[in-house]
């Protein structure tokens, strides 16, 4: 019997190694767990069905030697990753019949190394949500209390590595998207600098905000998945070529934080006396905890719900019932293509084109979308000028702890602001990561969150290694 | 601020059939938005200032291109209406 409750990638590369399972018999396990818990937490969207296929494959690469991080390691891939062959609808009606005919990059690296593929998870709808409830496919539930919400957008990869169903998942980071379920559902979750993991194959949001992110247990499990797929990409305009990857080799030692940011309101209390507690003992392993003053980043949400609606309006503009997808008959072109989006795309994704569509529209641009691109270069100079004096920046993760099912779903501002923290990393660009921090009183996780200069995921992965054990 | 005529002509726009009883509740949620979002239309700077970014060259080269055809049946796979390689789609003109 695998000890599925404490494995990670690193035990199970010891024991796969040295024969003490096969990667069959690990898949085997992760699919047990999901026939016996799927049906309530609605994690999986698809389990596929050669799983034991690719796992004996797996195996033999080991048998023969041919050994990486990741040979035989079950992953679970939120759905708007494409996977040749496979179908991803990105939680939406409008591709539900989609299957894509290329493999993302991040798909073929880890197909290269033989990684075990569990299936396609929930989320909201084209990434367009913060509690995974927006997706045509049904909720997805918290594993650690099922009144609640697991997060989004990428809920569905968080759920499934938390209720044990896959040892590790990717999902994909707009402005949160990862950090924040991981928060929710207490798990280790890593936005990468933008640039470092290639875009090619993820069904863009907000081409500009946009990365692959990872979901695992330990610290330890996020710097061996980040590493396996940090590279440059022909086929990805905005990946960071190898030249440009300087990477800084000294050890963070100083801690900014952005205090008026934290005092705006709408922080639980109990996160921000959890917060205080992890500062207390970072400063007494040694580090130094300093004040900063950033203005600027109270305007980060409302920036970012300008910026990524108007990439929304455009990006989406490709689902006209005609390339691909669900159509709708009409009478004539026009009609297909309003009947076709009309039916396909559900309220929220509906809503965030409207409001791209009225930004980006003659007369509004300048005053909302140049406005907006003019501060978030504000925003990332002034971050840029506090890691002068700082190596990390720290804030809670989110505001509040795993909110109940079908809250803030009539009140659209109110499921934007539980992404508060997380939209200064998108908006710079830089690497952030989300680390349990402890439990609330009423038994749910709290998360502690770090932002590292550009390309400097290594201070993350260093200070992340201690404050698990802290 | 934004009215019913506005939510027609956005749906228009963005090629989006609304239905009657949708158009106030998104007029709801658009205001509730545009209340939130107008922080940023509030804050007084003169964008002329924006200085561009380093600019370079991300296209790849145009080099060996890929025969004729080999993808075609492919992604016509996912059309919803194709004749002789060809995605189909109503008359235009």
């Known amino acids: ?470 | 601020m934004v009215n019913i005529q506005d939510v027609e002509k956005l749906a228009q726009l963005a090629r989006i059939d609304i239905s009657e009883g949708e158009k106030e509740e998104l007029l709801k949620d658009l205001r509730g938005i545009l209340d939130y979002i107008d922080q940023v239309r509030a804050v007084s700077v003169d964008i002329g200032e924006r200085e561009a970014g380093e600019v370079r060259n991300v296209m790849r080269e145009d080099a060996n291109p890929h025969e004729s055809g080999v993808y075609t049946e492919k992604i016509l796979a996912s059309a919803p209406a194709t004749e002789n390689g060809y995605v189909k789609v109503k008359q235009i003109l």
């Open chain 1, 1 to 470: 019997m695998i000890n599925l409750k404490d494995i990670t990638i690193s035990k199970a590369r010891i024991s796969l190694d040295s024969k003490e399972f096969s990667a069959r018999e690990l898949a085997q396990a992760y699919l047990d767990v999901i026939k016996e818990k799927n049906t309530e937490i609605n994690a999986y969207l698809e389990v596929f069905g050669d799983v034991l296929e690719q796992a004996d494959n797996a195996d033999k690469m080991i048998s023969e030697g041919k050994i990486f991080p990741l040979t035989g390691i079950p992953f679970a891939f939120k759905d708007n990753i494409l996977i040749e062959g496979r179908h991803a609808s990105a939680g939406s009606k409008i591709l539900e019949n989609y299957v894509a005919s290329y493999d993302a990059t991040v798909i073929k690296l880890l197909k290269d190394q033989g990684a075990v593929f569990l299936g396609r998870t929930n989320m909201d709808e084209f990434a367009m949500g913060s509690s995974t409830q927006t997706s045509a496919y049904g909720i997805t539930k918290n594993p650690v209390d099922i009144t609640r919400v697991p997060g989004g957008s990428s809920g569905g990869s968080a759920a499934a590595v938390a209720s044990g169903m896959t040892l590790v998942a990717l999902g994909t980071e707009t402005c949160g998207s990862v950090r924040q379920p991981a928060s929710f559902c207490g798990l280790v979750g890593l936005k990468p600098t933008y640039g470092a993991l290639s875009r090619y194959g993820l069904m863009a949001m907000g081409n500009s905000l946009d990365q692959p992110a990872p979901f695992t247990k330990t610290v330890i499990d996020s710097e061996i998945i980040f590493k396996t797929l940090s590279e440059y990409d022909l086929m990805d305009s905005t990946s960071m070529p190898e030249n440009m990857r300087v990477v800084d080799n000294k050890k963070p030692k100083k801690i900014g934080v952005p205090r008026s940011f934290l005092n705006q309101g709408g922080v639980d209390t109990e996160v921000l006396a959890n917060f205080e507690q992890s500062l207390e003992k970072l400063k007494n392993i040694g580090y130094e905890i300093v004040d900063i003053d950033l203005p600027i980043l109270e305007y980060s949400l409302a920036v970012y719900y300008i910026i990524m609606p108007a990439e929304v309006s455009t990006n989406l503009s490709r689902f006209d019932g005609i390339r691909y997808g669900y159509s709708a008959d009409g009478k004539d072109l026009m009609e297909v293509y309003m009947k076709s989006r009309g039916q396909g795309f559900g309220k929220e994704v509906r809503r965030r084109i409207m409001l791209g569509t009225y930004i980006l529209s003659h007369g509004y641009y300048d005053a909302y979308y140049n406005k907006a691109v003019f501060l978030r270069d504000k925003i990332t100079k002034d971050i840029d000028e506090a890691f002068k004096n700082v190596d990390l920046i720290a804030t809670p993760t989110t505001p509040t702890t795993a909110f109940k099912i079908g809250e803030k779903m009539d009140d659209p501002v109110a499921m934007y602001l539980s992404d508060i923290f997380s939209a200064p990393a998108n908006l710079s660009g830089c690497p952030s990561i989300a680390i349990p921090s402890g439990i609330s009183s009423d038994g749910l996780p709290l998360s502690f969150q770090f932002v590292a200069p550009r390309l400097c995921e290594d201070f993350l992965f260093d200070i992340g290694k201690k404050f698990e054990t802290m």
